[in-house]
């Protein structure tokens, strides 16, 4: 039987990962599916392509991806607003109690769920558990021919065969502006940087800040009321708002 | 030197005298002859651990957005927008990401190449002898049977060989690719020039607007300047200081851009002229008054039999759009029928009932580029069809090549690779060996856009009048050479006229030459006094552009005045109208890019192959499923493709992307899918453009299935594969 200070850990909890820090604001009404942002992460991510027997297998490494549904039939047939997924940094995953490496666990300090590559052995218990379905799996050592691995991103890992990985908020880019404002004593601005699909959304669809600071543009658009979280039902404190189309 | 003369005074006494030495020569440090080297021999510019960013503009298609490409240790890393270039403002589309992809490509032209044309068998050369093989070609042959075709970018080289072109009498070049074919730019001038008497690219201002009509257009994929009108789109359909706008769609098969529509209207191929001038009459009637002679001869209950569009959604649509803020676009098939140049000027037209012309909202002429003084657009496909068959008549004796791959681009009854067989000598410039560097004599390869200089006008979707520049990011990563540098000296060597047509020691200082005259002007992004500073800002900055607007109102006075012709167009024989379109995704040139294979199509999800589209219903009828290789046969030629059943297509239409069925270009483009130009015929529409969408095809069962690789669940669109218990 609960007593009365272990509900007020677990409310205390809670209201911790509801809060969370890093955030996104996606507006599916002009989102056009151009696949941008799925480009954009994968230059910056140092993702890997499959190729075509593989990604006809269902193991293509997007960290984020354009989902599209169809209603009705022709001729009433209706595309559904083009919904960009990827990992929704939960504030209480789903994902991380059931790894047995510790390889996916919560930062304490930037309120995101961490994938720790060198961790990882390949279970894929996180991936099943996931109900977004945003994390893939290196099922191989996938061959990047010379001179391609030139283009790496120096500032993120390259991974192996038999590691998970999903979208990280660009964690790469959030702990080089907070070095910069550190180096400069300042806080980190909002707007100073933003993660590789936002930055290139030509349709300026994504937006990403602190959620934290109720002043940040991701923090108004976020309090609109048309709002919604995915699967906000499991309890997972999602830190993703979508704007549906329409 | 006594003892009270310290290290530190040492070094005081030396740097006056260095700032002496300096100011005597009237050079600062950067003109001493020797330099401190380093141990690890580092690219300029470059410091361990440290990014550079250079602004460059982007050669993935021609319409110039401006790129900050992030280096580190002289690799480039990330391409990202340039922030303050007026026509991307910081955004890229999914191709301008994947441009690295192409600079780094395992499988491009490393070295200047000779081979047998056809043979994928070649010896490299060395540029001594490439440069003096160019200087033959000019001095060998008249200047008439000398020929540059060229793709439409970079706008630096073609004005380059344009001057050439004036000064020795050798044939101005010619520009074609196949995105241009595809947009139907020559109908879209011809249209311009029809109606408001003066041709150019129309602009069309979809954020000021309240509702769009859209013809066909697919100006969220790759029309002219996608990211530019993406950012319109947004601006349509932002609510916060107005209501959200309305986009409807008139085409037969959903595009991407369809897809964001709030309204699909499946009309049958060929039909959009009528359709316009239908609503173009029913809205004017809803007003009242006299009608026009444009919408006076259309009959809205023909049109209504004639398109499958009901005439209750005519007279709705016809209201909606007079009632408001309203704008209509030409584009995208329906231009590429025989009817295309009616479609163009009826669907123009129709922006006279609200009569946005010239206004927020509404359609204008796209502004002129700084250094250009008429619009230039690129060669029709009957243009380049003349072309051809000059090359196939042994006019040309010498063929250039640069930046367009026309074996693979134009329709195979255009049958370029047999007229190059008319050519004595083909010298390609080519960065990838591609299906027309194939059966070349000689590979020149010119440096990766992103290793190249230049500049780019911005033909259409900025209001400003921008001038992209371009900058090396990197150096060179193989044994490549700017084609500037190639021509200059192989001028100098091959003498005569050639040697004092172009009096520029490099591709720079030519560069600076066109630059020269931006100085004079007022109103620009920047101004210097010398050519070197202005020069140095139009590479920081990534270009220069006017700070004002310079969209032209066209002259309407007379558009309600035409004979707007509404009639249906003909198609060469088959059972299906084919709807060919343009990959959103991978474009004319994206094939060899892995990144961009492997993205996923936005409307059907599909990668790495080519896929037929048929309606499910249809499907049915001919007992093919999902993945079945099929034969699609038009009276042209034939190709395989595997179905895909598309629920936003009408049944008596299906569509392939174009794209893929390369042949050569490097290994992860080569073999794969197949390309629709192949059921291309060579009519022409009025303005010169070819009838792509012109064609009806017959579908034929193979027997065979192939797999495509696609995101969405293969459980198929509605869950059919799961089987009947699920139903």
């Known amino acids: 039987m609960a007593t009365v200070s272990d509900l007020k850990i677990t409310e205390l909890k809670l209201s911790e990962a509801e809060g969370g820090k890093w955030g996104m604001v996606i507006d599916q009404d002009i989102c056009t599916g151009c696949q941008a942002c799925v480009a954009a992460c994968a230059m910056e991510n140092n993702i890997p392509f499959v190729g075509d027997e593989d990604s006809g297998y269902g193991r293509s490494m997007h960290w984020i991806r354009i989902e599209r549904f169809w209603e009705g039939e022709y001729p009433e047939v209706k595309m559904t607003p083009n919904q960009p997924m990827l990992c929704q940094q939960c504030g209480s995953a789903t994902c991380e109690p059931v790894c047995p490496a ?63 990985e999903k979208c990280t908020f660009c964690i790469q880019r959030i702990h080089k502006a907070q070095d910069k404002a550190k180096s400069e004593g300042r806080e980190v601005v909002d707007g100073e940087f933003t993660a590789a699909c936002a930055q290139a959304c030509p349709a300026n669809a994504i937006t990403f800040g602190r959620i934290d600071d109720p002043e940040s543009l991701v923090s108004q658009l976020s309090k609109q009321a048309h709002g919604v979280k995915h699967l906000e039902e499991l309890g997972t404190f999602p830190h993703i708002t979508y704007f549906k189309g329409g | 030197m006594s003892e009270q003369f310290s290290r530190r005074d040492f070094l005081k006494l030396a740097g006056v005298g260095a700032a002496t030495t300096a100011i005597l020569t009237g050079c600062g440090p950067a003109s001493r002859y020797v330099k401190r080297e380093p141990y690890m021999q580092m690219p300029e510019y470059n410091y361990n651990g440290q990014s550079t960013y250079y602004a460059t503009t982007c050669r993935e298609c021609a319409a110039g957005c401006g790129l900050v490409v992030r280096t580190i240790q002289g690799r480039a890393i990330k391409t990202e927008g340039n922030a303050s270039n007026p026509l991307n403002l910081g955004k890229t589309c999914a191709r301008g990401q994947a441009t690295l992809h192409g600079l780094y490509n395992p499988d491009r032209v490393t070295d200047p190449i000779k081979r047998a044309r056809g043979n994928t068998a070649y010896f490299n050369v060395d540029w001594d002898s490439a440069t003096q093989t160019v200087a033959d070609a000019l001095k060998n042959y008249k200047p008439e049977e000398i020929a540059f075709l060229m793709g439409t970018a970079p706008d630096h080289l073609f004005d380059f060989v344009s001057d050439l072109a004036a000064a020795t009498g050798i044939n101005a070049p010619v520009r074609f690719g196949a995105l241009s074919m595809f947009e139907a730019r020559a109908t879209l001038s011809k249209a311009a020039e029809n109606l408001f008497g003066k041709a150019g690219l129309p602009f069309f201002d979809i954020g000021g607007a309240q509702v769009v009509f859209s013809f066909g257009s697919n100006f969220l994929e790759t029309w002219l300047s996608p990211v530019s009108y993406t950012r319109g789109f947004v601006g349509l359909r932002e609510a916060k200081t107005k209501k959200r706008g309305y986009l409807v769609q008139f085409e037969s098969r959903m595009s991407q851009t369809g897809g964001k529509a709030d309204e699909w209207i499946p009309l049958k191929p060929g039909t959009e002229a009528l359709v316009a001038l239908a609503i173009g009459r029913l809205a004017l009637e809803s007003r009242g008054g006299a009608l026009p002679r444009a919408f006076a001869d259309v009959d809205p209950a023909d049109a209504a039999a004639k398109s499958g569009v009901s005439l209750e959604t005519l007279e709705r649509l016809a209201v909606m759009f007079a009632s408001t803020a309203s704008l209509a676009i030409p584009g995208g098939p329906s231009l590429g029928r025989s009817n295309g140049l009616a479609v163009a000027e009826a669907v123009l037209a129709l922006n006279a009932v609200p009569d946005n012309f010239g206004k927020p909202g509404g359609v204008y002429l796209s502004a002129l580029a700084p250094n250009e003084t008429e619009y230039h657009r690129p060669a029709s496909t009957q243009e380049m069809q003349e072309f051809v068959q000059k090359m196939a008549d042994g006019k040309f004796k010498v063929l250039f090549i640069h930046g367009v791959n026309p074996v693979f681009e134009l329709p195979r009854s255009i049958d370029f690779k047999a007229a190059l067989s008319g050519v004595e000598q083909v010298i390609s410039f080519a960065t990838f060996p591609d299906e027309t560097a194939l059966e070349a004599d000689y590979v020149f390869p010119d440096h990766h856009g992103l290793e190249s200089w230049g500049y780019q006008r911005v033909a259409t979707g900025s209001a400003q009048p921008v001038l992209s520049g371009a900058q090396p990011v990197v150096s060179p990563f193989y044994n490549t050479r700017a084609t500037i540098d190639v021509l ?49 800002y139009f590479q920081q900055h990534g270009g220069w552009w006017k700070l004002a607007g310079a969209l032209e109102a066209p002259d309407t006075a007379d558009v309600l005045n035409h004979d707007l012709n509404g009639e249906e167009p003909e198609f060469a024989e088959g059972e299906f109208f084919l709807v060919p379109f343009v990959s959103p995704t991978l474009a004319e040139a994206g094939a060899n890019k892995p990144w961009l294979q492997e993205l996923p199509d936005p409307t059907t999800t599909v990668m790495w192959s080519t896929w037929v589209e048929i309606n499910p219903e249809t499907a049915h009828e001919l007992g093919v499923e999902n993945e079945d290789l099929v034969k699609i046969v038009s009276e042209f030629g034939e190709i395989e493709a595997a179905v895909y059943k598309y629920p936003a297509i009408r049944p008596d239409t299906i569509a392939v992307p174009f794209g893929q069925g390369h042949t050569a270009y490097g290994r992860y483009a080569e073999n794969r899918g197949a390309n629709p130009a192949d059921l291309f015929g060579s009519q022409m529409n009025e303005a010169g453009d070819l009838t792509f969408a012109g064609v009806k095809v017959k579908i034929e069962k193979t027997g065979k299935k192939l797999p495509i690789p696609r995101l969405e669940s293969i459980m198929g669109v509605y869950g059919e594969a799961l089987g009947k218990e699920h139903e």
């Open chain 2, 488 to 536: 200059l000296a192989a001028a100098q060597l091959a003498g005569g006229e050639f040697a004092t047509a172009m009096p520029f020691k490099d591709e720079v200082e030519f560069l600076h030459s066109k630059l020269v005259p931006l100085m004079e002007e007022t109103g620009g992004s920047f101004a210097a006094v010398d050519i070197n500073t202005f020069a140095a």
């Open chain 1, 102 to 164: 510790f390889a996916t666990v919560h930062s304490q300090a930037e309120q995101l769920n961490l994938q720790v590559y060198n961790r990882c052995v390949g279970t894929r218990y996180c991936a099943n558990n996931c109900p977004y379905q945003v994390r893939s799996f290196n099922w191989r050592d996938y061959q990047r021919p010379e001179p391609l691995p030139n283009q790496f991103n120096p500032d993120v890992t390259v991974r192996r065969r038999g590691v998970m």
